[in-house]
């Protein structure tokens, strides 16, 4: 939706590709256009992310109920990803069009966003990583000395979480019920 776009000296842009002073490249993309590589319908995007935004919702009314009750927030979301085959499968065929695009494109490093699941790993030779977002883990990827790292941001009022933490298992009745399976 806003490929290309610019707002004074702020530019969107569909694709950047760098140019490392020690002949390593990376390509930095949304992510969005590997949506076809994964072979979900359109129909099925559009539902899915229709739920993650009530998942969302949700997940702001427990971490409400959970502050009440003096416990730590966590990110309904997060622990559906982990918890979905269906979503793990997604996720693993998105790094897998990433990486080959990567591959066909001659970059050693792919930086995608788009999943919101955010992410530093070395796929068959490619590094590749997930920026993840602002919205469920406050991420963020920063290039230093010619490393890129994942940093995690914790809000003051405890919303983001850090991919370490330990959050609690789905009831696996209440997946059934949903018609989903637990992975």
Same mark, same amino acid.
């Given at each position: ?10 530019? #969107? ?12 490249? %990376? ?8 949506? =076809? ?6 129909? #099925? ?7 993650? !935004? ?6 702001? /009314?427990?971490?409400? #109920? ?7 927030? /966590?990110?309904?979301?997060t622990m559906i990803k982990k918890n979905l085959? +269906? ?11 990433? /990486? ?9 490093? &792919? ?9 530093? %790993?070395?796929? *068959? ?15 963020? #990827?920063?290039?230093? !000395?010619?490393?890129?790292s994942l940093h995690w941001h914790q809000l003051? $009022? =405890?919303?983001?979480?850090?991919? $370490? *933490? *330990? ?6 009745? +209440?997946?059934?019920?949903?018609? &989903?399976?637990a992975a």
């Amino acid at each position: 939706r806003f490929h290309e776009a610019s707002l004074g000296n702020l530019h #969107l842009l569909g694709r950047l590709e760098l140019d490392h002073a020690d002949g390593r490249r %990376t390509l930095i993309i949304h992510g969005d256009c590997f949506d =076809g590589a994964v072979a979900c319908p359109a129909w #099925l995007h559009a539902v899915g992310g229709w739920l993650y !935004d009530r998942i969302l919702g949700t997940g702001s /009314v427990i971490n409400a #109920l959970r502050r009440c009750c003096g416990r730590p927030p /966590v990110s309904l979301a997060t622990m559906i990803k982990k918890n979905l085959s +269906m979503a793990q499968r997604y996720i693993e065929r998105f790094r897998g069009a990433a /990486v080959d695009a990567a591959r066909k494109g001659g970059f050693a490093t &792919v930086i995608t966003g788009h999943i919101h699941q955010p992410e530093t %790993t070395l796929i *068959e030779g490619i590094t590749y990583l997930n920026s993840g977002d602002w919205v469920e883990h406050c991420t963020a #990827l920063e290039f230093d !000395d010619g490393e890129w790292s994942l940093h995690w941001h914790q809000l003051s $009022d =405890g919303q983001a979480e850090s991919e $370490d *933490e *330990e959050l609690p298992a789905l009831n696996p009745a +209440m997946l059934a019920g949903l018609g &989903v399976r637990a992975a």
